[in-house]
């Protein structure tokens, strides 16, 4: 036992002041004895507050000598023989029920006697065989809760009833002929229920914890993929910026080698017509002087004996076209940037669009209200280099008309010859949502498609036609009914007939679903399937008056 606690009073605890022993030979501050035994009087009997031996008649205390020598030792050499002040129970601690003056924390608190102790005065209930019976838990200061407030009793049962705790008096009373148990029966079947809301929470953390870890992995294969894919893209980009060096290197070769060439044949050829001008000159001169001569019987003497002209290397020999030199080398190169171009901006979009849709979250439900499906708007624009010449396009490409006279678009392989179809420009995949507004016309009709961008566009075979192949999936709506097709198979669909069709698309949970759209949204069909590859939107429209329009949602 440590010294402070040997000169310590186990009545107040503190130092011992005038210390005096009881006759079972535990010591006390005189005056904590004498109180307590002042107190307890009027029983006739005084007991020790620590072993519980009892004296009859009162006790005469005497001083124990050794004791108050031993404090007064400690006093002059500065030793202090009070606990420890982090053993005092402070504002936030449950404090000894029994303790004098300044009170030491509880140790434990007994629902029998409704009291805390500190660890001095909880002795008796680890000491004394009818104390060892009552229940100790954690400090608590809370224990008058258990007090029934009608009857001043400890509330040992249960009204199920009621749902409260009551005492034996409340159950004979004012709870009489009500469902009660007691307090530790009704525990027994409480902590049961909760013995199966922790495993239900711990099972629940369980699979949470292995939705963590798939997460976990799943970043770090995203940031893997990630990272290839921006590395095979440097790679690509390169790869293609060094095949445009090396043909701008070679063409700028060709250029200097063919100029070289023409450069050479100009020179000769000004070489020729210098030589030629002076032998004219030459010849000139030689004229001049016979012109000159005054003398006529010199003059004809002379004359046979010149030269004959030869004939003009300018005239005979070349001729010199307009020049445009290498003007039609830059067009030809300007040409090849354009078409460059028209292909970088059709696939930006396709590869943007693929980029924003990766999708590594786990399924979610499908949306129930048109706010929900808004949210996976996707804007749809139609490609002119698919459409059919049947077809005119208009409101930014968004809107296609069926017309009796072919437009004048050029030729492309992209472009549907009979079929009177048209494909969007984007690619989709992910979650899309989209609407179309269609107008049947009088004999004609809309179909609503999603397709692989690899179906056929030339002729009229059921390679081609939207519904009729296992690569694309149509609602054809005509007149005042909806039929679904899917490789050339006829589903006949019921639903309220309206002007706009909504269609939905989850690429990744092969789901497409079509809803008739108004003041609330019905489906008309819906599609369970694996799709392979990006979809395309796409339109059929067909006889006079006909026209179908994707709208905008944002």
């Given at each position: 036992?440590?010294?402070?606690e040997?000169?310590?009073?186990?009545?107040?605890?503190?130092?011992?002041?005038?210390?005096?022993?009881?006759?079972?030979?535990?010591?006390?501050?005189?005056?904590?004895?004498?109180?307590?035994?002042?107190?307890?009087?009027?029983?006739?009997?005084y007991?020790?507050?620590?072993?519980?031996q009892?004296f009859?008649?009162?006790?005469?205390?005497?001083?124990?000598?050794?004791?108050?020598?031993?404090?007064?030792?400690?006093?002059?050499?500065?030793?202090?023989?009070?606990?420890?002040?982090?053993r005092?129970?402070?504002?936030?601690?449950?404090?000894?029920?029994?303790c004098?003056?300044?009170k030491?924390?509880?140790?434990?608190?007994?629902?029998?006697?409704?009291?805390?102790?500190?660890?001095?005065?909880l002795q008796p209930?680890?000491?004394?065989?009818?104390?060892?019976k009552?229940?100790?838990?954690?400090?608590?200061e809370?224990?008058?809760?258990?007090?029934?407030s009608?009857?001043?009793?400890v509330m040992?049962?249960f009204?199920?009833?009621?749902?409260?705790c009551?005492?034996?008096?409340?159950s004979?009373?004012?709870?009489?002929?009500?469902?009660?148990?007691?307090?530790?029966a009704?525990?027994?079947?409480?902590?049961r229920?909760?013995?199966?809301?922790?495993q239900?929470?711990?099972?629940?953390v369980?699979?949470t914890?292995?939705?963590?870890?798939?997460?976990?992995?799943?970043?770090?294969a995203?940031?893997?993929s990630?990272?290839?894919?921006?590395?095979?893209?440097?790679?690509?980009?390169?790869?293609?910026?060094?095949?445009l060096?090396?043909?701008?290197?070679?063409?700028?070769?060709?250029?200097?080698?063919?100029?070289?060439t023409?450069?050479?044949?100009?020179?000769?050829l000004?070489?020729?017509l210098?030589?030629?001008?002076?032998?004219?000159k030459?010849?000139?001169?030689?004229?001049?002087?016979?012109?000159?001569?005054?003398?006529?019987?010199?003059?004809?003497?002379?004359?046979?004996?010149l030269?004959?002209?030869?004939?003009s290397?300018?005239?005979?020999?070349?001729r010199?076209?307009?020049l445009?030199?290498?003007?039609?080398?830059?067009?030809?190169?300007?040409?090849?940037r354009?078409?460059?171009?028209?292909?970088?901006?059709?696939?930006?979009?396709?590869?943007?669009?693929?980029?924003?849709?990766?999708?590594?979250?786990?399924?979610?439900?499908?949306?129930?209200?048109r706010?929900?499906?808004?949210?996976?708007?996707?804007?749809?624009?139609?490609?002119?280099?698919?459409?059919?010449?049947?077809?005119?396009?208009?409101?930014?490409n968004?809107?296609?008309?069926?017309?009796?006279k072919?437009?004048?678009?050029s030729n492309?392989?992209?472009?549907?010859?009979?079929?009177?179809?048209?494909?969007?420009r984007?690619?989709l995949?992910?979650?899309?949502?989209?609407?179309v507004?269609?107008?049947?016309?009088?004999?004609?009709?809309?179909?609503?498609?999603?397709?692989?961008k690899?179906?056929?566009?030339?002729g009229?075979s059921?390679?081609?036609?939207?519904?009729?192949?296992?690569?694309s999936?149509?609602?054809?709506?005509?007149?005042?009914?909806?039929?679904?097709?899917?490789?050339?198979?006829q589903?006949?669909?019921?639903?309220?007939?309206?002007?706009?069709?909504?269609?939905?698309?989850?690429?990744?949970?092969?789901?497409?679903?079509?809803?008739?759209?108004?003041d609330?949204?019905?489906l008309?069909?819906?599609?369970?399937?694996t799709?392979?590859q990006?979809?395309?939107?796409?339109?059929?429209?067909?006889?006079?008056?006909?026209?179908?329009?994707?709208?905008k949602?944002?």
């Amino acid at each position: 036992m440590a010294q402070q606690e040997i000169l310590s009073c186990p009545i107040c605890l503190d130092p011992l002041k005038d210390p005096v022993a009881t006759g079972c030979g535990h010591s006390f501050c005189k005056s904590c004895i004498n109180t307590h035994w002042d107190n307890g009087e009027e029983r006739g009997s005084y007991s020790c507050p620590q072993c519980r031996q009892t004296f009859t008649p009162r006790p005469v205390l005497v001083k124990n000598t050794m004791l108050a020598d031993l404090v007064e030792e400690l006093k002059k050499t500065g030793l202090q023989a009070a606990p420890a002040d982090h053993r005092y129970a402070g504002p936030e601690d449950v404090a000894c029920d029994v303790c004098t003056g300044r009170k030491l924390k509880a140790l434990k608190s007994c629902l029998n006697c409704l009291a805390s102790y500190c660890e001095k005065h909880l002795q008796p209930h680890l000491q004394s065989a009818a104390l060892k019976k009552h229940k100790l838990v954690e400090p608590s200061e809370k224990l008058q809760e258990n007090i029934c407030s009608r009857h001043d009793e400890v509330m040992k049962m249960f009204c199920r009833t009621d749902q409260q705790c009551i005492c034996y008096l409340c159950s004979v009373d004012e709870h009489k002929d009500h469902d009660t148990v007691s307090a530790a029966a009704e525990r027994t079947e409480r902590q049961r229920e909760l013995g199966l809301r922790r495993q239900t929470i711990q099972q629940r953390v369980q699979d949470t914890e292995k939705d963590l870890k798939l997460l976990q992995q799943e970043e770090e294969a995203l940031n893997g993929s990630a990272d290839k894919a921006v590395e095979d893209s440097e790679e690509i980009f390169t790869e293609m910026i060094r095949l445009l060096e090396k043909r701008s290197s070679d063409v700028k070769q060709q250029i200097r080698s063919q100029q070289e060439t023409e450069v050479s044949r100009v020179r000769e050829l000004q070489e020729r017509l210098e030589q030629e001008i002076t032998e004219l000159k030459r010849k000139d001169q030689e004229l001049k002087q016979l012109s000159d001569t005054e003398d006529h019987t010199q003059f004809l003497h002379n004359y046979p004996s010149l030269s004959p002209l030869s004939g003009s290397t300018h005239s005979s020999s070349f001729r010199i076209r307009p020049l445009r030199n290498f003007e039609d080398v830059t067009a030809a190169v300007s040409q090849v940037r354009g078409r460059l171009q028209d292909i970088l901006s059709e696939t930006e979009t396709e590869i943007l669009q693929i980029v924003s849709q990766v999708d590594v979250l786990l399924p979610q439900p499908e949306p129930e209200t048109r706010a929900d499906f808004l949210t996976y708007s996707q804007k749809i624009t139609l490609d002119p280099n698919t459409v059919n010449k049947r077809l005119l396009l208009s409101e930014g490409n968004r809107k296609v008309t069926w017309t009796s006279k072919d437009q004048s678009y050029s030729n492309h392989p992209d472009r549907f010859t009979d079929r009177p179809q048209v494909l969007s420009r984007e690619s989709l995949t992910g979650r899309c949502y989209w609407e179309v507004e269609v107008e049947r016309g009088v004999y004609g009709g809309v179909g609503v498609a999603v397709t692989y961008k690899n179906i056929s566009r030339a002729g009229d075979s059921v390679h081609c036609g939207f519904g009729s192949n296992d690569k694309s999936w149509s609602l054809s709506c005509y007149g005042n009914s909806y039929n679904f097709y899917y490789n050339s198979i006829q589903t006949t669909v019921s639903g309220p007939v309206s002007s706009r069709v909504g269609v939905y698309l989850d690429h990744s949970a092969g789901v497409l679903s079509f809803y008739s759209v108004s003041d609330t949204m019905t489906l008309l069909h819906r599609v369970q399937t694996t799709f392979t590859q990006p979809l395309c939107a796409g339109v059929m429209v067909y006889c006079y008056g006909s026209t179908a329009e994707f709208c905008k949602l944002k």
